[in-house]
Structure formats: structure tokens, C-alpha cells
DNA sequence: AGTCAGAATGTTTGCGCTCACATTACCGTA
DNA sequence: TACGGTAATGTGAGCGCAAACATTCTGACT
């Protein structure tokens, strides 16, 4: 066991290394946050003086004297699909790239407003300077707003800053990669498994579906209700094997895909020699289910970047001594990958 | 557009409350951090004053006159492997309810030393009392001892607090569940498809595969090595198929049976008929692979809490008032989950 | 040698809060 | 009515750092 850190036996501080050095505070100041106007030789004094005694900034003491936290926020739902974890590292990678700090809070009920209002003053007690929303939400209620008006926030295309920002992934695209796709194999209609449509993305692209449809002169059949899980995509892969004549399935998210192509094999329909099923995500496992999933990619990890370089872009031109920052918000896109799990419609 | 923010508008400050309720910055210190000796008219007013102005304490101020931040540094990989995020929810949710806030730095290439001791001075600076190492690591490293001397870390059994704690899930176990299951089902070898050797979960398992053959006086077959990634499982399929005579796998993760079973497949020997697999994790999407994966489930989410919970116990006890903790550190074992992918050998 | 611009360094001040201690209000009791 | 004790509130100081401004040093040019 390590010996017990009491809590009074202070870390050094700048007056320790400044003494040490020979210097004053401001020196050490100047060194650690690398500015210009030091001597190599002087600078050189000062950081070894640093190594020895082990001195690091405080973040709290410079962030109170700066008025800087360079700490973003990021709200999150408790959850282990893969789109949230690509989307943090993506965010992650582009504050760490940038000096910035990311602080998580999970908020475990989505539909809950409380829960969110209450994960979101805790990041602004943090002194958040932006905020990530990796869930849904609707961004225009009056108490979000008294928020987003000091705090900038973004998520996906909506944010606080430029509410036209063409910033992430177009989730019409994605519906009308899938459609499409199913379209050009011969398929006469094609039917949807939502996701849990408090999420924006899964409305969306119920919507470019729908509207796909209709410029085909298609009636759109009922929207098969589910929830990102495969269990609901099982459920949902229940419900279309009851259905006769269903050809041509877009399922919008690839874990909903497996459990419905599960739900499918076991009532006796092949996919895709019955059914065609192109979801969305295209997440590590999609090359290796059974069949390996069409599916449309959605570059997270790429979105995760470009929203946080996003939003640092948008702190950093609030200061007018902002230099600028590392890396180039990226256009992103997603991207049709057809595997096994689509062909053309049986011959009758 | 909101209106930009400029960078001098400040927030409310305790003084600012305190005017307005008409009583002493101390005294709204006091109702900010629930002390007693309030009364509760007094606080009423302070209550009123606060969402008035909707002032949020200032948590870099506090932490520096407090000298405590209560703040956990999380270190991860960057991944989405569902493990991770699933931990890092666990640790969240232990941390929020005790009123810690959640720092998290991806190390990326977690072989580099260098990368990694960055991030953990990144926590450093952003004045953690604790960090949770979610990435591989040797804890014995000199210039690793300097800092959890400092900062007391934890990482799956493995603490600088108290190195025998019995805290994470026993990998050994996870093995000998598995390995038992199939000799039970009557086959006669095991082979072992490894994660990253990085990882000690994943010596571990190697190691108590290995004493599992040799109790029952057989010689382990050569370990097939893996990453953890579904393509790796994939490969190690491939190498698999190409011996005869197998009739029992033991993948270090359901990710990497999803690749190592396709590879099979396609090389003509089925499961579990020809060969049973059993794998690690019961991520979502294990009962919905084809066939269902028998695999050893491993609680994340509880072992994050866990971690996390052991660490601020740990934490509070440096400091007299220490308030006590909610929840306990909870007992969190592996179990066997048995599906599709586990039979009893063919007849010969 | 003298001058001056600019680089290098130092000094002072205050960020917003909590701690330790000082003071006041309140209540029950002798 | 005075007294002591406790509850309720206030006061002053300082946490570690960076901003703003002041000062000193350096070297190029006249």
C-alpha cells in the first residue's frame, strides 16, 4: 500500500518551481503555457526545475485566474451501442488534439427532462465552455435555450451556434442510400423497422423513406416500430414474417438487423433469398453476421471530430487571442456497403 | 444565432447571490453544499436568489479554496469495443451518484509509454483524486509507481490502494467456466484463441486454460493469438479450420467468435455440430449470432460501478469529514451463459 | 558613445470560492 | 433578569494561477 497522500501535504506549486529556477511565478507561467519571449536558456532552467520537483499546472487555479476551462461537455445516454463509444472517441481524439478536456455525464433516462437539465448544469458547473449532445433532444424548449444561450451546444446538424451548420451526417442520405439500393434489385416496395424515435436520426429517416416511396407513387406501408436493441429488432423480425409478400426490409440500425434476421430464419424465410434487409451503421460485427449485412456507414468516429472541432472552432472565436485550431472539420458522409443480406426479389 | 457570449460578460457569482438574498457569501456557500446550520427560512431565500440569477456554483473556485475536486480520471482505450463503453457507464453512474464528475483521456496506442503517462498527467493536471485505468497496463513500472503514489488508480483487481483487493471479475474463472463447460459436454481437448496479450485479462485466461488442460493431464495445444477484433477471430478461424481434430474453442471474446465461426462456416465445419465454441463478454448482439453464443458473461457495467465506488471509498477515507458513500462495493462474478454454439462432440 | 525599440523578466492584483475563526441571535434555565 | 450554551450568521484570508502593467536588459543603428 502507498503511503497514505494526507490531504494537506501540498503538490508544488509555481512558487516552488519559481524558487527553485530562480525565476519569478510569471516566468514559470509564460514556460508552461509555452509562449514566446522566454530565453532557451531560461526556459530550459525552468522546465528542469519542473521535472524535479514533479510540478504540474493546476487546472482549477489557471482556469479560475484565466477565465478558461478548455473543457467540454459531453452528454451521453447509458448505453454500450457502438455509436455512442465511436462518437466519444471521435470527440475525445479532436478536444485532446486541441487542449482541450472532455468531462462525461451520462444521463440514464433519456425521456426524463430532469435528468437532462440536471446533467447539463453539472457540466456547466464544471465550466464547460461547450457541450456535446450525444442524445436526443429537442433543441428548441425554452429552459434549453436559457442554457444554449450561455453555453454553446451542439448536436449532430442542430446547434446552438449555427443552426444551419451542414455539420454531421445527413440521415436522409442514409435512407435514401438504403431505399435506393433495395429499389435498383427489383424490389416493389420496401418496408422500415424504426429506431426509438426520440431520436431525431431514426424520425428523419422515416421520413426520407417515406418520401422515397412516395416519388415512386408508393403508399408507405406501416413503419415497424422498434428501438436500436436487437431484442426489438427480433420483435420487429417477428412482425414482418407474419406478413406476406414482404420482399425488402430497411432496418435502421445493424444490431436491430441481426435480431431480425434471426426472428426471419427461424420462421423458415431466407435472407436474402426471401428478404433483403439493409440497415445502418455498419458496426464491426456487420461483416460477420449471417448473412454479412448491407448496410449504410455512418463515419462516427469522423462525426465525433468534426463536431468537437466544430465547437472548438466556435469557443476559440470568442477569444480574441484565439490561435486557431488543430485540424479541419471534416466532410462527412455516409456510405453504401453492400454485403450478403440483399438481392434481387425471388422470380414468382 | 444565440448572442455570442463575449468573454467578459461574467456569470453570477456567490456575491451577486448573496446581495440579492440579503445574507453573507458564507452563508450561500452553506446552502450550495447542504451543511446544516441553515435556517431553513434563510435557505429558502438563498434557494430563491440562486434560480433568480441562475447562478451555478463555480467549480473550479471551490476546488481551488477546497482543495478538493472530485473529479475521477477515467483512461481508456481508444475503441468502441461494447466492454469499454460499458464500463465507463458503470463508473459514471457510481461516480454521479456520489457526486464526482468523470474525466476522460483515450490513450491511442496504449503500447506507447509515453502516450500513456501523458494522459495520466493530463488527469493529473485536471486534479483527479483518483483514476480508473480502463486500458492494460503493468502496475510494477518505476515511473508508474511515482504517480500512483500520488494518485491512488485502480484498474480490474489491480490497485495502488490496495493490491489484494478482490475487486474485478476473476478472469480465471471466466476460463475455468468455460473450459469445464466443454469438458463436460465430453470433448477431450480445448484449444484457446487469446485477446490481446497486452491485456491481462487475456494472460490470465491463457494461463488458467493452460492449468485446466494440465489437471486433467493433457498438454495444451498451442494458443491461436487474437486482438480482440472479429477480423482476428476470423483468422484465427481460418487457422483452426486447417487443423484436424478440432472439436472445442475457447475465444477470448464474443466479438471474435462472430469472425472465428464465419471462418469455420466457410470452411466447411459447422457449430456447434463439428465444433463447439464458447467465448467471453455476452455482449447484446452474442444471442443473436448464428448459432447463439454459449459465452461467459462478465458484468461491465457492475464492475465499472464497482471500481469506481472502491476508488471514492478510498478517496473520502483521506479526509476526516468524509461523508460516507452511497452504495457498496458489490460482489460481481462471471456466469456461464449457455446457448447454441456448445454440443457434445460428433460420435467417431 | 548615445539612443531607442523590442525582447525578457518582474510585480501587483484578483478570479470565486471555502476555511477558520469571530460575532450575533436565540432559547432554556437558574 | 441574567446567564450560558448552542444555533445561525458574518469576516478576513488565501488557495494557485494568469492578466495587465511596470521594469530591466539587449543589441542594432546612428
New binding site residues.
Given amino acids: 500500500m502507498p503511503p497514505r497522500r494526507s490531504a494537506h501535504d ?9 524558487r527553485l529556477a ?9 514556460v ?2 509555452g ?9 530550459r532552467r525552468v522546465q528542469s526545475a519542473v521535472e524535479e520537483l514533479g ?14 476551462s478548455r473543457i467540454l461537455g459531453l452528454m451521453m445516454v447509458s448505453t454500450d451501442r457502438y455509436s455512442s463509444a465511436a462518437l466519444a472517441v471521435g470527440i475525445e481524439q479532436a478536444a485532446a488534439d486541441n487542449g482541450y478536456t472532455v468531462n462525461t455525464v451520462a444521463v440514464r433516462d433519456h425521456s426524463s427532462t430532469d435528468a437532462f437539465f440536471d446533467a447539463f448544469d453539472r457540466l456547466e458547473r464544471q465550466g464547460a465552455e461547450g457541450i456535446v449532445l450525444g442524445l436526443p433532444v429537442e433543441l428548441d424548449s425554452p429552459a434549453l435555450k436559457v442554457r444554449t444561450d450561455r453555453t454553446p451546444t451542439i448536436r449532430s446538424m442542430v446547434s446552438s451556434m449555427q443552426p444551419d451548420a451542414p455539420l454531421a451526417v445527413d440521415q436522409r442520405e442514409i435512407a435514401r442510400l438504403a431505399v435506393e439500393h433495395l429499389f435498383e434489385l427489383g424490389h416493389e416496395t420496401v418496408w422500415y423497422v424504426s429506431g426509438d424515435d426520440y431520436w431525431i436520426e431514426s424520425q428523419q429517416r422515416r421520413e426520407a423513406w417515406e418520401q422515397a416511396l412516395r416519388e415512386r407513387g408508393l403508399v408507405a406501408p406501416p413503419v415497424i416500430p422498434g428501438d436500436w436493441t436487437p431484442e426489438s429488432g427480433y420483435r420487429a423480425g417477428r412482425t414482418v414474417a407474419a406478413i406476406p409478400d414482404v420482399t425488402a426490409v430497411f432496418v435502421s440500425s445493424d444490431e436491430m438487423a441481426f435480431g431480425l434476421i434471426r426472428a426471419l430464419h427461424e420462421a423458415g424465410r431466407s435472407v436474402p433469398d426471401d428478404i433483403s434487409v439493409v440497415s445502418v451503421d455498419d458496426i464491426a460485427l456487420a461483416a460477420y453476421a449471417s448473412p454479412a449485412l448491407t448496410t449504410v456507414r455512418q463515419p462516427f468516429e469522423a462525426m465525433g471530430r468534426a463536431a468537437a472541432l466544430r465547437l472548438i472552432e466556435y469557443i476559440e472565436g470568442l477569444y480574441p ?1 484565439g490561435r486557431g485550431i488543430q485540424g479541419t472539420v471534416p466532410d462527412v458522409h455516409p456510405a453504401l456497403v453492400v454485403r450478403s443480406s440483399t438481392a434481387p426479389p425471388r422470380e414468382r
Fill in positions: 501540498r503538490a508544488p506549486s509555481q512558487v516552488d518551481v519559481a530562480g525565476v519569478s511565478t510569471q516566468t514559470v507561467s509564460r508552461m503555457s509562449q514566446q519571449n522566454v530565453r532557451p536558456e531560461t526556459a510540478y504540474r499546472v493546476h487546472a482549477a487555479a489557471a482556469s479560475l485566474a484565466s477565465g478558461r487571442e
